[in-house]
C-alpha cells in the first residue's frame, strides 16, 4: 500500500510514520519548509513538500497513493492570532478531503481528538454518543467543524472516511500541553495544583499510533469511528503518580475552581496584550477542557482494532525520563 500522511513530524505523527516505516508499505510525507523531519528520503519513503493550505501540494502528495493518514493539525490553547487554527483545522482539512476525491483514494484516516464530544450525556462516552453543545477550547471547536466537513463529504461525495479519536496523549516527545505540565510539575514549576477532583482519560502515544495503523490496514472499516484510551483519572491522581514516579512531591496549594478560573482569564488577557503564552500554561481554553473534563469509553478500538492498551504509569515514566535526559 501507498501511504500518504500528513502531520508525519508531530508527537503522534513521528511515531505512526515509525511504525509504517518498518512495514511493507510505501510512504509518502508531507514536509513543511519550516518543519525539520527525523525521516529521509528511502526506498520506502518519499518527501513532498508542501501545506495543508496549498491544495497542489497535496494533490502532488497523494498522486499514485491508496490511502490517507491525516495527522496535521494545530494543536494549540493560546494563539496571539486564533485565525491559524481555522487556517490549519477547517480549510487544512477540508482540503485534504477534497483532495482524497480527486485522487480516489481508497481510504482516508483522519486522526480528530476525543475533545471534539465536549460533554456529552454519557459518561463515560463513546462512539455512538451525541456531541455535546460546547467544545471547550478553539482547538477542539475548530478540529469539530472541520470534522463536520469531512462527514459531510463522506455523506454526499462517497469520501471514504475512518476517523480516530485520541483522548490526552502521553509519552516520550510531547513538546504541547500535557508534555509541558509533566515538565513544568517535575521542575517544581506548577505553584498549586487545580482541577483535582476532575476526570480526564489518557492514552499512550504509541497505542494511538498502532490504532492509526490498524485502522489503516483493516478491512471494511469506512465510515468507523474509533475513540482512543484505556484510563480515566482525576488530576489529583495523575499528579500522584507523576509525583511518585519522579520523586518530585505535588504542589503543597489547590487552587479553588472558581480561583483558577479567574487567574486565567487574568494570564491570558496578560498575554493577549504582551504577545507571549500565558504562564503556567494558563491559558483560559485550557483551564475550561482540565475543569470540563474528558471521560472515554475506549473499548471499541481494543475490540475492533486489536489494540492492547499500555498501562498509563509506563507513558508517565517514558515521558519523565525524556525530559531529564
Known amino acids: 500500500m501507498q501511504i500518504f500522511i500528513t502531520g508525519s513530524t508531530g508527537f503522534i505523527g513521528t511515531h505512526t510514520?515509525?511504525?509504517?516505516?518498518?512495514?511493507?508499505?510505501?510512504?509518502?510525507?508531507?514536509?513543511?519548509?519550516?518543519?525539520?523531519?527525523?525521516?529521509?528520503?528511502?526506498?520506502?519513503?518519499?518527501?513532498?513538500?508542501?501545506?495543508?493550505?496549498?491544495?497542489?501540494?497535496?494533490?502532488?502528495?497523494?498522486?499514485?497513493?491508496?490511502?490517507?493518514?491525516?495527522?496535521?493539525?494545530?494543536?494549540?490553547?493560546?494563539?496571539?492570532?486564533?485565525?491559524?487554527?481555522?487556517?490549519v483545522n477547517i480549510v487544512g482539512t477540508r482540503n485534504v478531503m477534497e483532495c482524497a476525491i480527486e485522487c480516489k483514494i481508497k481510504k482516508v484516516v483522519h486522526v480528530s481528538t476525543a475533545g471534539v464530544f465536549g460533554k456529552p450525556e454519557d459518561e463515560p462516552f463513546n462512539e455512538k454518543s451525541s456531541c455535546g453543545p460546547v467544545q471547550y477550547s478553539e482547538y477542539f471547536r475548530t478540529k469539530y467543524e472541520g470534522e463536520l466537513i469531512a462527514w459531510g463529504l463522506f455523506e454526499t461525495k462517497k469520501l471514504p472516511l475512518v476517523v480516530i479519536y485520541p483522548a490526552c496523549v502521553l509519552g516520550a516527545g510531547d513538546t504541547?500541553?500535557?508534555?509541558?505540565?509533566?515538565?513544568?510539575?517535575?521542575?517544581?514549576?506548577?505553584?498549586?495544583?487545580?482541577?483535582?477532583?476532575?476526570?480526564?482519560?489518557?492514552?499512550?502515544?504509541?497505542?494511538?499510533?498502532?490504532?492509526?495503523?490498524n485502522a489503516i490496514e483493516k478491512d471494511n472499516n469506512i465510515g468507523e469511528k474509533y475513540l482512543i484510551s484505556n484510563c480515566r483519572y482525576t488530576w489529583g491522581e495523575i499528579n500522584k503518580m507523576i509525583s511518585e514516579t519522579s520523586g518530585v512531591p505535588s504542589p503543597k496549594f489547590s487552587l479553588p475552581d472558581s480561583v483558577t478560573m479567574l487567574n486565567a482569564?487574568?494570564?491570558?488577557?496578560?498575554a493577549n496584550i504582551i504577545k507571549k503564552p500565558p504562564l503556567w500554561g494558563m491559558a483560559i481554553d485550557q483551564m475550561k477542557v482540565m475543569r470540563a473534563g474528558?471521560?472515554?469509553?475506549?473499548?471499541?478500538?481494543?475490540?475492533?482494532?486489536?489494540?492492547?492498551?499500555?498501562?498509563?504509569?509506563?507513558?508517565?515514566?517514558?515521558a519523565i525520563a525524556s525530559f531529564r535526559n
Not at 519513503?45 to 490511502?67: A, F, Q, R, Y
Not at 475490540?303 to 517514558?318: C, D, N, Q, V
Open 17 to 87: 510514520t515509525e511504525l509504517l516505516a518498518k512495514s511493507n508499505h510505501k510512504l509518502k510525507l508531507l514536509i513543511r519548509k519550516t518543519s525539520k523531519s527525523s525521516f529521509t528520503k528511502s526506498q520506502n519513503i518519499t518527501l513532498v513538500e508542501g501545506d495543508l493550505t496549498d491544495k497542489n501540494s497535496l494533490l502532488k502528495g497523494m498522486e499514485g497513493c491508496d490511502s490517507v493518514i491525516n495527522i496535521a493539525g494545530h494543536y494549540t490553547f493560546w494563539e496571539p492570532d486564533k485565525s491559524i487554527y481555522s487556517k
Open 176 to 213: 504541547k500541553a500535557s508534555g509541558r505540565y509533566i515538565n513544568d510539575f517535575i521542575n517544581r514549576k506548577l505553584p498549586a495544583a487545580v482541577f483535582k477532583h476532575r476526570i480526564f482519560s489518557f492514552v499512550y502515544v504509541k497505542d494511538v499510533a498502532q490504532a492509526i495503523v
Open 265 to 270: 482569564y487574568l494570564l491570558t488577557g496578560l
Open 294 to 318: 474528558v471521560n472515554v469509553d475506549g473499548s471499541k478500538a481494543g475490540r475492533e482494532l486489536g489494540i492492547k492498551y499500555t498501562p498509563i504509569s509506563f507513558a508517565l515514566e517514558e
